[in-house]
């Protein structure tokens, strides 16, 4: 698989980045200085569950709202979900070995709105997980204050469409949903301040 697959779930994020005025304003710098996705798993006949991963790279360019571009990746080994089997199970239907990244490519961005100092906007690009890529267009909210960017969006993503077959446990009584809800969190500029 060509360096992507599931964080996408992540930049959709990182193009809002546009300049929450009308008249152009320039953007800090565009390297990651900290990010995250969690996901939201239901499960029929047991208990649904959340997971973590940290977003492993991710960058932006241009100036503007029109010009942003971007992508960001997740490595599927830095997915957790706080039980080791549950993981195991996990990262097999996701067949990591053979497709380790999840990776979102910004390819354009629609302001919707703006809110005091937050952009609201349409994120739109392409989401590669499992050797398998397809639009995804997310609402996103981007603050941009003084040397850094934060950008936050949530979207669903259906394994299906992925090629992923959602995993099921004691002869078929429990499965896993196949729609999975993402929320993606990125900096960019400024590291956040670390405790003394």
Request: glycine share 8%.
């Amino acid at each position: 698989m060509i360096r992507r697959n599931f964080s996408g779930l992540l930049v959709p994020l990182l193009a809002a980045l546009a300049p929450a005025r009308a008249r152009p304003q320039a953007l800090p710098d565009g390297r990651l200085a900290g990010g995250t996705i969690d996901f939201a798993v239901q499960v029929s006949n047991a208990p649904n569950f959340t997971g973590h991963a940290t977003v492993s790279e991710a960058a932006f360019t241009g100036a503007d709202l029109a010009a942003v571009r971007g992508y960001a990746e997740v490595r599927v080994a830095d997915m957790h979900t706080g039980i080791g089997l549950r993981d195991h199970h996990m990262r097999n239907a996701m067949e990591a070995d053979s497709f380790p990244l999840v990776r979102f490519d910004l390819t354009g961005v629609t302001r919707d709105s703006t809110r005091a100092d937050t952009v609201v906007a349409t994120c739109r690009g392409r989401l590669t997980l499992h050797g398998q890529v397809h639009d995804v267009a997310a609402p996103c909210a981007v603050v941009v204050a003084g040397t850094s960017v934060d950008v936050a969006a949530t979207f669903p993503v259906d394994m299906r469409e992925y090629g992923i077959k959602p995993p099921t446990r004691f002869f078929g009584a429990v499965r896993v949903q196949p729609v999975v809800g993402i929320t993606a969190r990125l900096r960019f500029g400024a590291a956040p301040a670390t405790a003394p």
